[in-house]
């Protein structure tokens, strides 16, 4: 599913350049669920960003489904979000001013086209089925994450990725939103990578990755 | 189509959820074109109103006044300052070919009593083919004939509004007898109201040039010629009109006795070369007046620019969802084109509606008659969506550059 060959990230910062990424190889076989953990600054979420082609690596090679995709146009690279890559956020990222169902739509307006059957769907899935009609504002933050992620499973992606879904939320909405895309994992064998810092999050994964300073410090199979 | 409701509602939504800022947005744009209608339909209301005017005067008429025509060096005399035209040169412009009526004019400004009413006038002596030419004809009554001018018999045709001056509450005024300066007229007719403003028939009144010379001293040119105010001739085609005004000139030029490099002591112009002349000057203050409004569309149109740039600022955190969901680069940019396109559209029909209503009032309480022409509205409105759209551009293509990641991160 996921193939990084030595991947690496430089930002120019000014005069100087920062390497936050000192070459990476990763393989994530397709259904894996697998976290990423590491402290702060250790290049968690410019790895996800790469994996989720919001962002292009400085060099090396990323085989997305067999197919390379580190050289791709910024259009191309939009297309294949759209397509293939659901995210959910830590902050959840939704837009305050629409309702969870038309939140939900929004994932497929740039994904094929907008089907509301789906959307009541994927919504139901996540246990909301009775507060479509409610704005963000309306729903607690464990609803909104559960609005996030209706909104990435609608369009049926191949690649999951979550960056802290659990962070901003309290223990017992954060292992509610973990039991969803767990579920969805046994039940439709999704391929989720999740950044966390929580090792309590990370357990509930096949595959640990831990990272420090831009490199791999250890990986463990659970 | 599905994916264009879906394109329309995200539009919709973004507008109506700022309902306060879209509506100070298009009201530059409101304003704007507003301002474009009004201004324009007042200047294209005048232009019309006076080619009526002129029309109403009669499209063949020519016009002889005394006076130097425009020239360069010397000693240039004003129009109307010398006394050069005489009754004899009418008669002779009468005998040119394709020249229809020609009636020489005297005018004096009298002070005219029925009773225990009174006004002051101008009193025009003419003759007969006067009201032909002029397309002056009676309400009530007859206008003198030609044997009355020739035995200078004391009548007169009223103006209407000199006529509803001396005889007020609907009197009949046909058949009395009128003071006039130091003489009784007996009224035969009044005249038609024409509403025209060029030196009005309707507030003169009209008798025989030949009792006026018996009644108001005559001057006497030194070849003996009795002196007349103006000549006004008919031209049997309009285009005629050039050569009769050659034809008269030489005439003239001859019976004045002026040699090759002298002046005219006359001056020709032909109603149709007044109303090219005023239509070319209404036509550029039109023009000037919708300049000037459309300075105020392009102000508006700048507020446009500053409120988007300021969305894009604001709604930076939404374009990076949406930019993490598939939308590419022109998904953004078309997105935020049409929404600036969308609201200036809207405030240019919002502006018609308005220009139209200030229009109206305008021509309702006001002075000026006004004109709302439907290419004035068709520009309008295809102006203010060409200002949606090229005020919209440099924002919209901000929005659409932006880094999905920096935008996420964004408050």
């Known amino acids: 599913m996921i193939k990084f060959e030595n991947i690496t990230k430089v930002y120019p910062m000014g005069k100087r350049e920062l390497t936050v990424l000192k070459g990476i190889n990763i393989d994530i076989k397709k259904g894996e669920l697998v976290a990423i953990m590491g402290p702060s600054g250790s290049g968690k979420s410019t790895l996800l960003n790469l994996m989720g082609c919001l962002d292009k690596p400085t ?9 390379e995709v580190s050289h791709l146009s910024d259009g191309e690279l939009a297309n294949i979000r759209g397509k293939e890559i659901g995210f959910i956020f830590q902050t959840f ?15 497929m307006t740039y994904a094929g086209g907008v089907d509301r059957k789906k959307a009541i769907e994927a919504l139901t899935k996540v246990g909301l089925s009775e507060r479509i009609h409610h704005r963000p504002i309306e729903l607690s933050g464990g609803e909104q994450q559960r609005v996030a992620i209706a909104r990435a499973i609608v369009k049926n992606p191949s690649l999951f990725l979550a960056d802290e879904p659990t962070g901003q939320l309290d223990s017992h909405s954060g292992e509610e939103v973990i039991s969803i895309l767990t579920s969805l994992h046994a039940e439709h064998g999704i391929t989720l990578v999740l950044v966390t810092h929580d090792i309590n999050i ?3 994964c096949q595959r640990i990755i831990q990272l420090k300073d831009g490199e791999i410090l250890r990986e463990e199979t659970l | 189509m599905k994916k264009w409701t879906n394109f329309f ?6 507008l109506i959820t700022h309902k306060l800022r879209s509506f100070l947005t298009i009201l530059g744009v409101v304003i704007g074109v507003a301002s474009v209608i009004t201004l324009m339909s007042i200047g294209k209301g005048s232009e019309q109103q006076i080619l009526n005017n002129i029309q109403s005067l009669g499209s063949n008429l020519i016009t002889i006044r005394p006076g130097a025509s425009i020239g360069f060096g010397g000693i240039r005399g004003g129009f109307g300052g010398t006394r050069t035209l005489t009754t004899e040169d009418a008669d002779a412009i009468a005998q040119l070919p394709d020249v229809t009526a020609v009636s020489p004019t005297n005018s004096s400004s009298l002070q005219l009593i029925v009773g225990n009413q009174n006004t002051n006038a101008q009193v025009n002596g003419v003759n007969a083919e006067y009201f032909g030419i002029n397309n002056l004809t009676v309400a009530s009554g007859v206008l003198f004939s030609d044997t009355e001018y020739q035995s200078g018999a004391e009548v007169a045709v009223l103006g209407s509004n000199v006529a509803t001056t001396l005889f007020p509450n609907n009197a009949n005024p046909i058949g009395q007898q009128m003071r006039m300066g130091m003489n009784i ?20 009144i009209f008798i025989p040039l030949t009792t006026m010379e018996q009644t108001v001293a005559v001057q006497r040119t030194a070849q003996g010629g009795h002196v007349t105010g103006s000549i006004s001739l008919t031209v049997s085609d309009s285009s005629q009109t050039q050569n009769v005004i050659d034809a008269v000139t030489n005439l003239l030029r001859n019976r004045h006795l002026l040699s090759a490099s002298a002046a005219s002591d006359f001056n020709i112009q032909s109603v149709e070369e007044i109303a090219a002349t005023l239509t070319q000057t209404i036509g550029t203050l039109t023009l000037l007046l919708g300049a000037i409004a459309a300075i105020s569309l392009l102000v508006g149109g700048i507020g446009v620019m500053n409120i988007m740039l300021v969305s894009v600022l604001e709604r930076t955190r939404e374009i990076g969802i949406r930019k993490a969901l598939g939308a590419r680069q022109r998904d953004i940019w078309s997105q935020f084109l049409f929404e600036a396109s969308l609201l200036t559209f809207a405030g240019g029909i919002i502006g018609v509606f308005v220009g139209w209503a200030v229009s109206y009032i305008v021509s309702k309480v006001g002075t000026f008659h006004t004109l709302v022409t439907a290419d004035v509205v068709f520009l309008a409105v295809g102006v203010s969506i060409a200002i949606g759209i090229f005020f919209g551009f440099y924002p919209a293509w901000n929005a659409s550059r932006l880094n999905p990641i920096e935008a996420l991160r964004s408050e």
């Open chain 1, 59 to 67: 060099s090396g090679s990323y085989l997305l489904d067999d197919r």
């Open chain 2, 185 to 204: 007229v007996q009224v035969t007719g009044v005249l038609q109201s024409k509403g025209a403003s060029f030196g009005s028939a309707d507030d003169a």
């Open chain 2, 9 to 14: 509602s995200t539009i919709w939504i973004g």
């Open chain 1, 93 to 107: 990222n939704l837009l305050s001013r629409l309702t969870a169902l038309a939140n939900v739509e929004l994932g």
């Open chain 1, 202 to 204: 990370a357990k509930h």
